[in-house]
């Protein structure tokens, strides 16, 4: 995986951690409004079109943020961001 699609893979990857509440180990009462950003977000003109550059459906991301929404397991902020990076790597241009 070349460096251009790997940091969108990380982009998605912060965005789905802060839709999903997982801003920080402390999350403050200020981060609502980031992760009511992050949230907006996804499936918006821009989400879809990194989809589109790294050859990944939206569908499929909009899957792995709802599996990781519903997820009541507590994970560090770096494992939950290696979870989500190798989740959307292995759906990359299937």
């Known amino acids: 995986m070349n460096a251009y699609i790997n940091l969108w893979v ?9 839709a999903t509440f997982r801003t920080s180990p402390n999350f403050e009462t200020s981060d609502h409004l980031l992760c009511a950003k992050a949230q907006a977000w996804i499936n918006s003109k821009n989400f879809k079109y990194i989809c589109m ?5 939206p569908s499929i991301v909009v899957k792995i943020y709802e599996k990781i ?14 979870i989500v990076k190798e989740a959307i790597k292995r759906h990359i241009a299937r």
């Open 10 to 18: 990380s982009v998605l990857s912060r965005n789905i951690l802060d």
């Open 53 to 57: 550059i790294i050859d990944i459906e």
């Open 69 to 82: 929404k519903t997820t009541r397991k507590k994970i560090s902020q770096s494992e939950a961001s290696q």
